[in-house]
């Protein structure tokens, strides 16, 4: 693979490898998770989505009504954005040992060497410290969340900037999931990694928000956790490897 000038290369990459052959086999776990959590997600949102819209607008001032049009698109993609980042996440969780065995197999295939002997032993071995990794990850996310969540629901405001906001930390949440499979495969402590992160911010943000964009697409984003795995693993042996040999 050619390396990616940007994080939506580094996208583009992890589709080209999710599909290749000898990854393939790593990517069905992965799939299978995503495919039950957020398939059935997306249908019960769907089932909802215009009764919740309606409600939340109703509670604009009179004076804003006007302001509906615009916001009714804006409010959508939120929800939309909220439901997938959260059942993502909990498939995340629940096949966190398979991602970092595909972010594992999909680093092999790009440098050529071995990342562990182990296999899927190792992966079993490794669960009690994956999960707590997982923990991690969602201490560090709950807070930030819960304060967004908080903003939603100001009227006028919240309608407004929130799902701006909502966006962006969505994009930046999304880079830190994913990115910390190939990182946590080599015990680089979560804290490390945010600081690695955030020295290439504009790769990160510009990777997570693309996957943010396809974890909102309903079919597309059954597919989208094994080729995220993909593309942040591309983007770890391209980036940020050779800081931790």
Not at 32 to 54: E, K, Q, R, S
Not at 78 to 89: E, K, N
Request: with cysteine; proline share 5%.
């Amino acid at each position: 693979m050619n390396k990616a000038a940007t994080g939506f290369g580094y996208f583009h990459q992890g589709f080209q490898l999710a599909f290749t052959k000898g990854i393939r086999r790593y990517v069905v776990l992965p799939l299978l998770a995503n495919i039950i959590l957020v398939g059935g997600a997306m249908y019960y949102l769907f089932a909802n989505l215009n009764a919740w819209i309606d409600g939340w607008l109703g509670n604009l001032p009179e004076f804003l009504a006007w302001l509906s049009y615009i916001l009714w698109p804006l409010l959508a993609l939120t929800i939309l954005a909220t439901f997938s980042y959260f059942f993502s996440t909990l498939a995340n969780f629940i096949a966190a040992p398979f991602n970092g065995l595909l972010a594992e197999k999909v680093e092999e295939k790009l440098t050529g060497q071995v990342v562990s002997e182990e296999g899927m032993l190792g992966v079993v071995k490794d669960v009690p410290r994956i999960m707590a990794r997982e923990w991690r990850k969602l201490l560090y996310t709950l807070p930030k969340a819960i304060g967004l969540f908080l903003l939603l629901l100001i009227p006028a405001l919240g309608q407004t900037v929130g799902p701006i906001l909502w966006f962006v930390f969505t994009a930046w949440m999304l880079a830190i999931q994913y990115c910390d499979y190939p990182f946590d495969n080599h015990k680089v402590p979560f804290n490390d990694m945010r600081m690695s992160m955030k020295q290439k911010q504009g790769k990160a943000y510009s990777f997570g928000a693309l996957v943010s964009l396809f974890t909102s697409i309903p079919i597309l984003n059954l597919c989208i956790v094994p080729v995220s795995v993909c593309g942040a693993t591309a983007m770890w042996v391209q980036e940020f490897r050779d800081e931790y040999k």
